[in-house]
């Protein structure tokens, strides 16, 4: 019924445009993202993005580890964010000393699920992760064209 997205977005899904220069900062940039249940199958030749969060309990190397999956199949990585855990923040048996946190790591990554060394990065990932999804495949393209 309604979006919050770029004129060119309007131009592309035939929306009108209701309002335009609503940010509060000239510098603010947004992106946006059409979601769907159901995977598309990839584009033959199109350069693909995916992304992933995922979760592992605290110990020596495990972010090495998770990071080398992608590494060992030269798997691009574009971007890595950390969000501590809401349910369970706190790190449970630990040594004592400072606070330590549980985090969630979102990455996006140069490659399509369709890509075996994709699919097989995921599958030794599982092996160390508590919690491991697949936000999303899809061409990069799509992120900077509209």
């Known amino acids: 019924m309604a979006a919050v997205a770029s004129e060119r977005a309007a131009e592309l899904y035939g929306m009108d445009v209701l309002d335009s220069d609503i940010q509060d900062d000239r510098s603010n940039l947004t992106r946006f993202l059409a979601l769907a249940r159901d995977p598309l199958p990839p584009i033959p030749g199109l350069a693909y993005k995916t ?60 490659a399509s699920m369709a890509d075996e060394a994709m699919r097989n990065a995921l599958r030794n990932l599982e092996e160390h992760t508590l919690f491991l999804r697949v936000l999303g495949s899809y061409p990069r393209h799509i992120l900077t064209d509209v």
Not at 62 to 74: E, H, N, T, V
Not at 78 to 104: N, W
């Open 51 to 110: 992304s992933i969060v995922f979760a592992f309990k605290d110990g020596p190397g495990r972010l090495f580890k998770s990071l080398a999956c992608f590494a060992l199949r030269d798997i691009n990585l574009t971007k890595i964010e950390s969000r501590p855990l809401k349910e369970e923040p706190l790190a449970d048996g630990l040594d004592p000393g400072p606070v330590q946190f549980q985090y969630l790591f979102y990455i996006d990554c140069e």
